[in-house]
């Protein structure tokens, strides 16, 4: 589990019964799965309010006491993500998750970032396989100056990661692939039915742990496909994003790639984290991600 020393506490509600057991069943899943090292000797107290409904908003109040309150509105259930409280909490404590993992080039520390589909899950896990460096995440990092704290959650393992050659035998011997449609009906069944009877959850972690369509990933614990796993912050080199141009992917160190990256993976919610930046630092989301960007001194 992410480990803090500020008090988080998040309240789920909403008319609507069924969507807000939804809500909470897929929250807690995600609180579940993830895991980092993140550490903040503050211990402020932040309250989320997260409220079901059919619009997205984002309200903040303080008392005398120094507490936090944040009131989230989310149109979907499937919204309530923990990556959005965690980028909140990130924003108010002057960091910043950045969507992408940690990858090591000639012995350095870079964050491969890049839109989803354009390939990182991919060379991250042929490095870690191949022993060229441990895993420390592949979608989300948290940037604090110069340092990079990994967040570790399962892999999104796709039919065309059955090219990597060490990953063919776990791809086959341990994971069906099923008909697109099939597979979206029996996933989405088994969501409601443990977010209502919360025993049954199982069968849903099996599903998505065991299947995979053309479309639909497989949720694998990276320790699950033999990856060593790495929590502890790294001394970070720059970055590296990949950028898909026509029908090929490049890298690229621009700045502007970079941002786009992380706006991309928070895009529902990239108004109301405008909003937050501007109330705690004074500066648009956008203006934020360049000046974290800049603050990585390359060496």
């Known amino acids: 589990m992410i480990s803090y020393n500020d008090i988080i506490e998040v309240q789920i509600e909403g008319k609507n019964f069924f969507k807000v057991k939804l809500a909470k ?24 309010k997260i409220i079901v409904c059919k619009i997205n908003s984002l309200e903040i109040f303080k008392n005398k006491n120094k507490e936090i309150f944040i ?28 969507h992408g993992g940690i990858y ?11 839109k989803g589909g354009v390939g990182k899950t991919f060379k991250i896990i042929t490095a870690c396989l191949n022993k060229e460096q441990l895993f420390m995440g592949d979608d989300l990092v948290l940037l604090n100056g110069n340092k990079a704290i990994p967040i570790i959650r399962p892999i999104c393992l796709y039919p065309e990661h059955i ?14 692939k099923r008909n697109i449609i099939f597979l ?40 699950k496909i033999g990856m060593k796993v790495n929590y502890d912050p790294v001394k970070l080199s720059g970055f590296i994003t990949l950028v898909r141009k026509n029908k090929e992917v490049e890298e690229s160190n621009f700045a502007k790639d970079i ?9 529902i919610f990239n108004k109301e984290l ?26």
Do not use: M
């Open 71 to 98: 009131n989230l509105k989310i149109d979907n259930p499937y919204n309530v993500v923990l990556s959005y409280v965690l980028q909140i909490w990130s924003i108010i404590n002057n960091y910043l998750i950045i």
């Open 184 to 223: 979206k009906i029996k996933r989405k069944l088994l969501c409601y039915l443990s977010a209502l009877i919360p025993k049954f959850d199982f069968l849903y972690f099996k599903s998505y742990q065991n299947e995979f369509s053309n479309l639909s990933w497989a949720y694998v614990p990276p320790k």
């Open 274 to 299: 405008d909003y937050l930046t501007n109330y705690f630092h004074s500066k648009s989301f956008n203006k934020y991600i360049s000046e974290k960007i800049q603050e990585v001194n390359i060496e």
């Open 104 to 114: 090591q080039k000639n012995s350095l520390n870079f964050i491969l970032t890049g």
């Open 25 to 48: 069943f897929l929250f807690n899943l995600q609180c579940s799965t993830f895991e980092s090292s993140i550490n903040k000797n503050i211990g402020k107290k932040i309250f989320f």
């Open 259 to 267: 941002i786009q990256s992380t706006e991309y993976e928070f895009n």
């Open 163 to 176: 090219k990597i050659n060490k990953l063919k035998p776990f791809i086959k011997e341990k994971i069906i």
